[in-house]
T-cell receptor
């Protein structure tokens, strides 16, 4: 079955710098890639997604890139702010079976 | 917009006990999910349901039962709680094959 690997378990950046979180997946049938943010003690909050018919999507300071050949996708957070500090989860789904497979999460710390 | 509520927020049980967690959503979503989150790990799917009275097993279904009583509610039962078990159970819902939205979670501790 599908496996999703999230490469950075922790990441520290200075406020105002960019943060990049990378994920890879194994199933070529995967076509939908959501990202979630989990703040301390809270649940998962959807932040952005990308479908396989595009290779880039932006929502304000968030950019998602998808490289289908390399089976890799990444979340770029530009101009980071302290409130971006959280755990970020990537996931992959083939869109047809309702199941998401999640990465293990990246703990992002933005240092003021 | 809508909201997902999970009850209880915290659940403390005894080894061997049967424990039930409840989830309600008012998004009018067809599909609902139960995930388990262990500290430092990603989420693992326990059960999901694509419509009322439907149940589908996820990768972690052993030791759990689920029930989709109506479109808006989805219950999960831990059939026999394991000693020292500690995890967060997250309920989610989505329109068919669309983005999943998560509830606040139930934190389980088994003594």
């Amino acid at each position: 079955g599908e496996k999703v690997e999230q490469h950075e378990s922790t990441l520290s950046v200075r406020e105002g710098d960019s943060a990049v979180i990378n994920c890879t997946y194994t199933d070529t049938a995967s076509s939908y890639f959501p990202w979630y943010k989990q703040e301390a003690g809270k649940s998962l909050h959807f932040v952005i997604d990308i479908r396989s018919n595009v290779d880039r999507k932006q929502s304000q300071r968030l950019i998602v890139l998808l490289d289908k050949k390399a089976k890799r996708f990444s979340l770029h957070i530009t101009a980071t702010q302290p409130e971006d500090s959280a755990i970020y989860f990537c996931a992959a789904s083939d869109g047809g079976n309702y199941k998401y497979v999640f990465g293990a999460g990246t703990r992002l710390k933005v240092i003021a | 917009g809508g909201i997902i509520t999970q009850t209880p927020k915290f659940l403390i049980g005894q080894e061997g006990q049967k424990l039930t967690l409840k989830c309600q959503q008012n998004f009018n979503h067809d599909t609902m999910y139960w995930y388990r989150q262990d500290s430092g790990k990603g989420l693992r799917l326990i059960y999901y349901s694509i419509t009322e009275n439907d149940l589908q097993k996820g990768d972690l279904s052993e030791g759990y039962d689920a029930s989709r009583e109506k479109k808006s509610s989805f219950s999960l039962t831990v059939t026999s709680a394991q000693k020292n078990e500690m995890a967060v159970f997250l309920c989610a819902s989505s329109r068919t094959q669309d983005t999943q939205y998560f509830g606040p979670g139930t934190r389980l501790l088994v003594l």
